[in-house]
């Protein structure tokens, strides 16, 4: 499927409760979101890239996006980028295991919005609508950032999403925010 998002069906075969949930994730499309805005950031998201490949198999990249931070807009700016690709890894262990590499990579918590040397966030899992304390899909900025929607447009232009829009709906509203593509 090239730039496609039509839903791909997935099966819940246990509850939701305690945060566990098994699925079947073959075929599942899932998007991920990597930002940085300290140290060097381009290379803090290479390496994340090729961290996830452990658990995670891309298969599109967009291109890097320089972006202004939102909230606390005095720290420096971010780039960003989006990945698509497969897993094995059910919506909350993917969450796990992405935290977890932030951790490894040495990001340190500091307060909401603020300058961080990677951020990992799963921005759509198949079809999935979720959420709960620890996860919420698709990821509740998507429609409202210019930083995803611009390189989710790069490598998916026909997604759907929420009422059966297009991300060009989404993405244009969203015009105001600076984001550049830079390579
Ligand atoms: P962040 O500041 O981006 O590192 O995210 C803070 C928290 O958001 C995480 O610890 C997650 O529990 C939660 N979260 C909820 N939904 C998502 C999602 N789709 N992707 C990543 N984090 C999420």
Redesign the pocket.
């Known amino acids: 499927m090239t730039g496609g998002y039509s839903i791909i069906s997935f099966t819940i075969t246990e509850n939701l409760n305690n945060g566990k949930m098994k699925i079947n994730t073959m075929d599942k499309k899932v998007f991920l979101g990597l930002g940085s805005n300290s140290g060097k950031k381009i290379e803090n998201i290479d390496k994340a890239c090729l961290l996830l490949g452990n658990f995670f198999k891309v298969e599109s990249k967009s291109s890097y996006y320089q972006t202004e931070p939102i909230g606390m807009t005095e720290q420096d700016s971010f780039i960003n980028m989006v990945l698509s690709g497969t897993t094995d890894q059910e919506p909350f262990l993917l ?1 796990k295991s ?2 977890k590499l ?1 951790v490894e990579m040495g990001r340190k918590e500091t307060y ?1 919005w603020g300058p961080r040397m990677i ?5 759509f899992y198949s079809s999935m609508n979720f959420s709960d304390k ?7 900025e998507v429609l409202n950032r210019r930083f995803v929607l611009e390189p989710l447009f790069e490598i998916a232009g026909n997604l759907q999403i929420g009422e059966k829009k297009s991300l060009f709906y989404y993405l244009n509203h969203t015009l105001e925010q600076a984001c550049e593509k830079i390579s």
């Open positions: 969450l992405l935290k932030e909401r951020d990992l966030d799963i921005l620890i996860l919420t899909l698709p990821h509740p």
